[in-house]
Protein backbone atom coordinates (compact mmCIF):
# COMPACT_ATOMS: atom_id res chain seq x y z
CA UNK A 1 0.00 0.00 0.00
CA UNK A 2 1.37 3.08 -1.12
CA UNK A 3 1.41 6.64 1.02
CA UNK A 4 -0.18 9.51 -0.54
CA UNK A 5 -0.59 13.38 0.00
CA UNK A 6 -4.11 13.82 0.99
CA UNK A 7 -6.01 17.38 0.53
CA UNK A 8 -4.66 20.18 2.26
CA UNK A 9 -4.22 23.79 2.77
CA UNK A 10 -2.90 26.75 4.42
CA UNK A 11 -3.26 30.44 5.49
CA UNK A 12 -3.83 33.12 8.22
CA UNK A 13 -6.37 33.16 10.94
CA UNK A 14 -8.04 35.26 12.45
CA UNK A 15 -6.40 38.76 11.61
CA UNK A 16 -8.49 41.31 13.53
CA UNK A 17 -8.41 44.34 10.83
CA UNK A 18 -9.67 47.38 11.76
CA UNK A 19 -10.46 49.80 9.03
CA UNK A 20 -11.27 53.32 9.78
CA UNK A 21 -12.34 55.79 6.88
CA UNK A 22 -10.91 59.47 7.72
CA UNK A 23 -11.64 61.10 4.55
CA UNK A 24 -14.12 63.99 6.37
CA UNK A 25 -14.31 64.63 10.11
CA UNK A 26 -17.35 62.16 10.10
CA UNK A 27 -15.61 58.89 10.34
CA UNK A 28 -16.50 55.34 9.87
CA UNK A 29 -15.51 52.12 11.23
CA UNK A 30 -15.56 48.77 9.82
CA UNK A 31 -14.08 45.94 12.42
CA UNK A 32 -13.00 42.53 11.09
CA UNK A 33 -12.04 38.95 11.60
CA UNK A 34 -10.11 37.90 8.55
CA UNK A 35 -9.61 33.86 8.06
CA UNK A 36 -7.33 33.06 4.59
CA UNK A 37 -6.10 29.70 2.86
CA UNK A 38 -4.80 28.40 -0.18
CA UNK A 39 -5.23 25.51 -1.41
CA UNK A 40 -3.46 23.89 -4.82
CA UNK A 41 -0.16 21.97 -6.02
CA UNK A 42 1.53 22.36 -2.71
CA UNK A 43 2.68 18.83 -2.79
CA UNK A 44 6.49 19.86 -2.71
CA UNK A 45 6.08 21.67 0.65
CA UNK A 46 5.08 18.85 2.62
CA UNK A 47 7.19 15.71 0.94
CA UNK A 48 10.25 17.55 0.08
CA UNK A 49 10.41 20.96 2.32
CA UNK A 50 10.53 22.86 -0.89
CA UNK A 51 8.47 26.13 0.18
CA UNK A 52 9.37 27.77 -3.45
CA UNK A 53 5.80 27.53 -4.55
CA UNK A 54 4.22 28.84 -0.89
CA UNK A 55 3.41 32.28 -0.16
CA UNK A 56 3.87 32.79 3.61
CA UNK A 57 1.14 33.05 5.65
CA UNK A 58 2.60 36.16 7.06
CA UNK A 59 2.39 37.46 3.69
CA UNK A 60 -1.70 36.51 3.85
CA UNK A 61 -1.63 38.57 6.88
CA UNK A 62 0.21 41.67 5.12
CA UNK A 63 -2.08 41.26 2.16
CA UNK A 64 -5.68 41.63 4.16
CA UNK A 65 -4.14 44.78 6.12
CA UNK A 66 -2.58 45.97 2.49
CA UNK A 67 -5.95 45.41 1.35
CA UNK A 68 -7.77 47.29 4.16
CA UNK A 69 -6.67 50.29 2.65
CA UNK A 70 -5.74 49.98 -1.22
CA UNK A 71 -8.88 47.91 -1.91
CA UNK A 72 -11.24 49.28 1.00
CA UNK A 73 -14.07 47.68 3.23
CA UNK A 74 -17.59 48.54 1.25
CA UNK A 75 -19.04 45.50 2.61
CA UNK A 76 -16.71 42.45 4.29
CA UNK A 77 -18.30 40.72 0.74
CA UNK A 78 -16.29 42.79 -1.97
CA UNK A 79 -13.32 42.80 0.45
CA UNK A 80 -13.49 38.98 0.60
CA UNK A 81 -13.49 38.99 -2.76
CA UNK A 82 -10.57 41.74 -3.77
CA UNK A 83 -8.76 39.75 -1.06
CA UNK A 84 -9.22 35.94 -2.60
CA UNK A 85 -8.28 37.14 -6.11
CA UNK A 86 -4.94 39.03 -5.21
CA UNK A 87 -3.93 35.91 -3.01
CA UNK A 88 -4.87 33.51 -6.18
CA UNK A 89 -3.07 35.89 -8.65
CA UNK A 90 -0.02 36.34 -6.12
CA UNK A 91 0.30 32.58 -5.74
CA UNK A 92 0.82 30.15 -9.30
CA UNK A 93 0.69 26.56 -7.57
CA UNK A 94 -2.66 28.14 -5.79
CA UNK A 95 -5.99 26.97 -7.70
CA UNK A 96 -8.43 28.23 -4.86
CA UNK A 97 -8.31 30.73 -1.86
CA UNK A 98 -10.42 30.74 0.99
CA UNK A 99 -11.88 34.45 2.31
CA UNK A 100 -13.72 34.07 5.77
CA UNK A 101 -14.57 37.72 7.11
CA UNK A 102 -16.48 38.27 10.18
CA UNK A 103 -17.34 41.93 10.93
CA UNK A 104 -18.50 43.40 14.52
CA UNK A 105 -21.26 46.22 14.71
CA UNK A 106 -20.27 49.58 16.18
CA UNK A 107 -22.97 52.24 16.40
CA UNK A 108 -22.02 55.60 17.03
CA UNK A 109 -22.59 56.76 20.82
CA UNK A 110 -25.30 59.65 20.73
CA UNK A 111 -24.58 63.23 22.07
CA UNK A 112 -27.44 66.23 22.08
CA UNK A 113 -29.88 63.85 20.04
CA UNK A 114 -26.97 62.86 17.44
CA UNK A 115 -24.89 60.14 16.61
CA UNK A 116 -20.83 61.06 17.06
CA UNK A 117 -18.77 61.97 14.55
CA UNK A 118 -15.58 59.51 16.07
CA UNK A 119 -17.25 57.87 18.32
CA UNK A 120 -18.55 54.39 18.63
CA UNK A 121 -20.04 51.67 20.96
CA UNK A 122 -19.83 48.19 20.50
CA UNK A 123 -23.13 46.52 19.34
CA UNK A 124 -24.17 43.62 21.29
CA UNK A 125 -23.26 39.62 20.45
CA UNK A 126 -24.50 40.17 16.89
CA UNK A 127 -21.60 39.11 14.24
CA UNK A 128 -22.04 39.66 10.67
CA UNK A 129 -20.50 36.91 8.34
CA UNK A 130 -19.20 35.79 5.12
CA UNK A 131 -17.03 33.09 3.45
CA UNK A 132 -15.57 33.76 -0.40
CA UNK A 133 -14.48 30.75 -2.13
CA UNK A 134 -12.65 31.79 -5.64
CA UNK A 135 -11.85 28.15 -7.11
CA UNK A 136 -10.45 28.48 -10.57
CA UNK A 137 -11.93 31.59 -11.39
CA UNK A 138 -15.33 30.80 -10.22
CA UNK A 139 -16.32 32.90 -7.27
CA UNK A 140 -19.14 31.10 -4.24
CA UNK A 141 -20.08 33.76 -1.44
CA UNK A 142 -21.77 32.31 1.52
CA UNK A 143 -22.96 35.27 3.41
CA UNK A 144 -24.59 35.79 7.25
CA UNK A 145 -24.89 36.09 10.32
CA UNK A 146 -24.42 34.63 13.97
CA UNK A 147 -25.47 35.10 17.94
CA UNK A 148 -28.48 36.91 16.45
CA UNK A 149 -30.31 36.98 20.21
CA UNK A 150 -34.33 37.42 19.49
CA UNK A 151 -37.01 36.59 21.58
CA UNK A 152 -40.79 36.88 21.90
CA UNK A 153 -42.93 36.73 25.36
CA UNK A 154 -45.85 35.24 23.36
CA UNK A 155 -47.19 34.13 20.41
CA UNK A 156 -45.53 30.44 20.64
CA UNK A 157 -46.71 26.99 21.78
CA UNK A 158 -44.99 23.38 22.15
CA UNK A 159 -47.37 21.01 22.47
CA UNK A 160 -49.14 17.54 20.80
CA UNK A 161 -45.38 16.23 20.92
CA UNK A 162 -44.53 12.46 20.82
CA UNK A 163 -43.85 10.98 24.33
CA UNK A 164 -42.49 7.36 25.90
CA UNK A 165 -41.94 6.20 29.54
CA UNK A 166 -38.35 9.41 29.87
CA UNK A 167 -40.71 12.02 28.53
CA UNK A 168 -41.22 14.61 30.98
CA UNK A 169 -41.61 17.86 29.67
CA UNK A 170 -45.39 19.32 29.91
CA UNK A 171 -47.10 20.89 26.75
CA UNK A 172 -47.53 24.41 26.30
CA UNK A 173 -49.76 26.87 25.17
CA UNK A 174 -48.14 29.89 25.61
CA UNK A 175 -44.35 30.06 26.18
CA UNK A 176 -41.03 32.20 25.53
CA UNK A 177 -39.84 31.33 22.76
CA UNK A 178 -35.97 32.80 22.29
CA UNK A 179 -32.84 31.75 20.22
CA UNK A 180 -29.20 33.35 19.40
CA UNK A 181 -29.56 32.47 15.61
CA UNK A 182 -26.65 31.65 13.33
CA UNK A 183 -27.83 32.04 9.72
CA UNK A 184 -25.91 31.72 6.49
CA UNK A 185 -27.40 31.74 2.44
CA UNK A 186 -25.37 31.02 -0.41
CA UNK A 187 -25.64 33.71 -3.47
CA UNK A 188 -26.33 31.99 -6.64
CA UNK A 189 -23.77 34.40 -8.16
CA UNK A 190 -21.32 37.05 -6.84
CA UNK A 191 -21.74 39.85 -9.83
CA UNK A 192 -24.02 43.22 -9.47
CA UNK A 193 -25.46 41.60 -6.06
CA UNK A 194 -25.51 45.31 -3.37
CA UNK A 195 -24.03 43.25 -0.34
CA UNK A 196 -24.79 45.81 2.14
CA UNK A 197 -28.37 46.37 1.14
CA UNK A 198 -28.90 42.61 0.48
CA UNK A 199 -27.65 41.80 3.82
CA UNK A 200 -29.93 44.21 5.61
CA UNK A 201 -32.93 43.22 3.82
CA UNK A 202 -32.58 39.59 4.62
CA UNK A 203 -31.82 40.76 8.45
CA UNK A 204 -34.58 42.33 8.16
CA UNK A 205 -36.96 39.88 6.91
CA UNK A 206 -35.40 37.33 9.44
CA UNK A 207 -36.55 39.29 12.47
CA UNK A 208 -40.18 40.68 10.81
CA UNK A 209 -40.63 36.89 10.24
CA UNK A 210 -39.66 35.68 13.84
CA UNK A 211 -41.87 38.23 15.61
CA UNK A 212 -44.98 38.24 13.44
CA UNK A 213 -44.82 34.00 12.95
CA UNK A 214 -47.21 32.40 15.58
CA UNK A 215 -44.79 29.28 15.98
CA UNK A 216 -45.85 25.65 16.80
CA UNK A 217 -42.24 25.13 16.98
CA UNK A 218 -38.89 26.62 16.40
CA UNK A 219 -38.75 24.04 13.70
CA UNK A 220 -41.65 25.92 12.03
CA UNK A 221 -40.53 29.95 13.00
CA UNK A 222 -36.74 28.50 10.80
CA UNK A 223 -39.10 27.60 7.96
CA UNK A 224 -40.85 30.30 7.90
CA UNK A 225 -37.67 32.56 7.99
CA UNK A 226 -36.13 30.73 4.91
CA UNK A 227 -38.77 30.74 3.14
CA UNK A 228 -39.70 34.60 3.83
CA UNK A 229 -35.90 35.24 1.89
CA UNK A 230 -35.88 32.98 -0.88
CA UNK A 231 -39.51 34.73 -1.87
CA UNK A 232 -37.79 38.31 -1.69
CA UNK A 233 -33.87 37.27 -3.03
CA UNK A 234 -33.94 35.68 -6.26
CA UNK A 235 -30.47 35.84 -5.79
CA UNK A 236 -30.20 33.61 -2.52
CA UNK A 237 -29.97 29.66 -4.08
CA UNK A 238 -30.71 28.84 -0.28
CA UNK A 239 -30.30 29.51 3.41
CA UNK A 240 -29.45 27.36 6.21
CA UNK A 241 -29.63 27.97 10.11
CA UNK A 242 -28.66 26.84 13.75
CA UNK A 243 -30.75 28.04 16.50
CA UNK A 244 -30.26 26.93 19.86
CA UNK A 245 -33.26 27.05 22.24
CA UNK A 246 -32.82 29.38 24.76
CA UNK A 247 -35.18 27.63 27.54
CA UNK A 248 -37.27 30.12 29.86
CA UNK A 249 -38.90 28.12 32.77
CA UNK A 250 -41.46 29.60 34.84
CA UNK A 251 -40.58 30.22 38.75
CA UNK A 252 -42.59 28.39 41.13
CA UNK A 253 -43.09 31.39 43.40
CA UNK A 254 -45.80 29.81 45.36
CA UNK A 255 -43.34 29.07 48.50
CA UNK A 256 -43.42 33.21 48.59
CA UNK A 257 -47.08 33.12 48.36
CA UNK A 258 -46.26 35.13 45.37
CA UNK A 259 -48.61 33.70 42.37
CA UNK A 260 -46.72 33.99 38.55
CA UNK A 261 -48.64 34.06 35.97
CA UNK A 262 -46.32 34.07 32.85
CA UNK A 263 -44.39 36.68 34.33
CA UNK A 264 -41.24 35.76 36.04
CA UNK A 265 -39.02 33.05 34.59
CA UNK A 266 -35.44 31.64 34.66
CA UNK A 267 -33.01 31.44 31.80
CA UNK A 268 -31.37 28.21 31.39
CA UNK A 269 -28.28 28.38 29.26
CA UNK A 270 -27.96 24.53 29.34
CA UNK A 271 -28.73 22.14 28.34
CA UNK A 272 -30.47 23.49 25.17
CA UNK A 273 -32.21 21.98 22.03
CA UNK A 274 -30.32 22.74 19.06
CA UNK A 275 -32.63 23.23 15.47
CA UNK A 276 -31.06 23.21 12.04
CA UNK A 277 -32.79 23.17 8.78
CA UNK A 278 -31.61 24.48 5.32
CA UNK A 279 -34.38 25.85 3.19
CA UNK A 280 -33.50 25.63 -0.39
CA UNK A 281 -35.00 25.86 -3.79
CA UNK A 282 -36.66 22.37 -5.83
CA UNK A 283 -34.47 22.24 -9.04
Excluded: C
Aim: charged residues 25%; glycine residues 8%.
Amino acid sequence: MGIVLGPNQYGKAENRVVRIVRDTARHEIRDLNVTTSLRGDFAAAHTDGDQSQVLPTDTQKNTAFAFAKKHGVTSPEDYALALARRLVEATPAATDARVSVEEFAWDRIEVDGRGHDHAFVRRGAEVRTTQVSLDDGAAAVVSGLKDLTVLKSTGSEFKGFLKDEYTTLPEADDRILATALTARWRYAHAAGIDWNAAYGDVRALLLATFASTYSRALQETLYAMGRAVLVAHDEVEEISFAAPNKHHFLVDLAPFGLDNPGEVFIAADRPYGLIEVTVTRDG
